[in-house]
């Protein structure tokens, strides 16, 4: 019963978390400095929805060997509970044919399921629903227990690796989200980019500008995300698996096929 509590509070400081964040709507002073490997600006990049914050594109970046990735194909965001129907129809102009909540089922009851846009494919890829209670309670903090936790954590690599395969393989454009778009979320890009050869500053950039979309200043956990808590993934992935590319291929499962395909298509 003890643990079930724990599970309980820990469930409810998602949701507050969320709530707090979601009134976080204006803009940080200054997005972060970019890149040379950023081609997309910020303004661009954001999807204009009115209901859903942090909505953007997540390619539009050069990679180390010359390539582009595609803009227009994968989208990442907060929920979409709160979508409004323009920003439904905006998700349907841009071909949105698949979203992936990686919420936990008490996030989904708590907060409300997502509103997609028609047609759209749903898809439910719990990254933290299995992890020890304390790690959930850290959410809130969103640091370095919780972004480990997105490597070893029971059904964290099955999630993350059913958001990229779909990517891969799938025609229509994909969208991805947690609560905030910000930490399941931020991880989930920065494996992407990282899988397709965007240096890792350009990824770094990537996962800091929900500080400006957020409207959150560097280091407010509860509404914004820290350059730390990513190092610690990065720093989990080498301690479980020894390199990136052993946790892409045997803790996520991606074959070298699916890694051509997803090159194949997100690259140009």
């Known amino acids: 019963m003890r643990k079930r509590a724990v599970e309980a509070a820990a469930v409810v400081t998602i949701a507050l978390s969320a709530t707090l964040g979601s009134t976080a709507i204006a803009f940080a002073a200054d997005p972060p400095a970019a890149t040379s490997s950023v081609v997309v600006n910020t303004d661009n990049r954001a999807l204009g929805l009115t209901g859903v ?13 010359g390539h582009s990735v595609r803009t227009g194909l994968v989208f990442r965001t907060g929920d979409l509970s709160k979508a409004t129907d323009a920003d439904l129809a905006k998700l349907t102009s841009l071909n949105v044919a698949s979203v992936h909540d990686l919420r936990t089922s008490y996030e989904q009851q708590l907060m409300g399921v997502d509103k997609v846009p028609a047609g759209a494919a749903e898809h439910h890829d719990d990254v933290i629903g299995q992890a020890p209670p304390q790690v959930m309670a850290s959410t809130l903090s969103a640091g370095a227990d919780l972004y480990r936790a997105f490597i070893t954590a029971p059904g964290a690599n099955d999630a993350f690796s059913n958001v990229l395969r779909d990517i891969a393989y799938n025609p229509g454009g994909v969208l991805f989200h947690c609560s905030a778009g910000k930490d399941r979320t931020g991880w989930t890009s920065a494996v992407l980019l ?68 997803l090159k194949a298509k997100m690259l140009s």
């Open 194 to 261: 990282t899988i397709l050869g965007v240096d890792k500053d350009t990824v770094y950039y990537d996962y800091l500008l929900s500080n400006y979309y957020r409207g959150a200043k560097d280091g407010d956990m509860m509404n914004g995300v820290t350059a730390s808590a990513l190092d610690a993934a990065f720093d989990q992935v080498n301690k479980s698996y020894g390199s990136f590319d052993n946790y892409v291929h045997d803790g996520l499962k991606l074959s070298d096929a699916d890694v051509t395909a």
């Open 53 to 65: 914050l942090n909505a953007r594109d997540a390619g539009g970046y050069t990679t180390v060997d």
